[in-house]
C-alpha cells in the first residue's frame, strides 16, 4: 500500500466514524430521552476505538516501509497504552 492508498482509506474510514456521529446526534434528539441518548452514547463508546484502531494501522502501514520495525514498534505500543488508558 502507498502512502496516497493509506491517505485515501485513512480519510475514509474517519469520514465514516464522522457520518456515524452525526446519525448518533440525530437518533438521540428523535429518541428524545436522557437515557436513550446513553445507550446510544455508549454504542459509540464502544466502537469509536476500533476506528482509531483502524486508522492508526492503515497508517502504519502506509509509512511502514519508512520507518524501522523498532518505531513501528514503538507506535502501536502507544496506540496500545492509549486504548488501556482509557479504559
Do not use: Y
Not at 436522557?34 to 476500533?50: D, K, Q, T, Y
Not at 505500543?77 to 492509549?82: D, F, K, S, T
Amino acid at each position: 500500500m502507498d502512502e496516497q492508498d493509506a491517505l485515501r482509506n485513512m480519510a475514509a474510514i474517519r469520514a465514516v466514524a464522522g457520518s456515524l456521529e452525526i446519525v448518533a446526534a440525530a437518533v438521540m434528539l428523535r429518541l428524545g430521552t436522557v437515557s436513550a441518548a446513553l445507550r446510544v452514547n455508549a454504542f459509540l463508546a464502544l466502537i469509536g476505538p476500533l476506528f482509531m484502531v483502524a486508522v492508526t494501522a492503515v497508517g502504519l502501514l502506509g509509512i511502514a516501509t519508512h520507518l524501522s520495525p523498532v518505531r513501528v514498534l514503538l507506535i502501536a505500543a502507544g496506540v496500545g497504552l492509549i486504548l488501556a488508558g482509557t479504559r
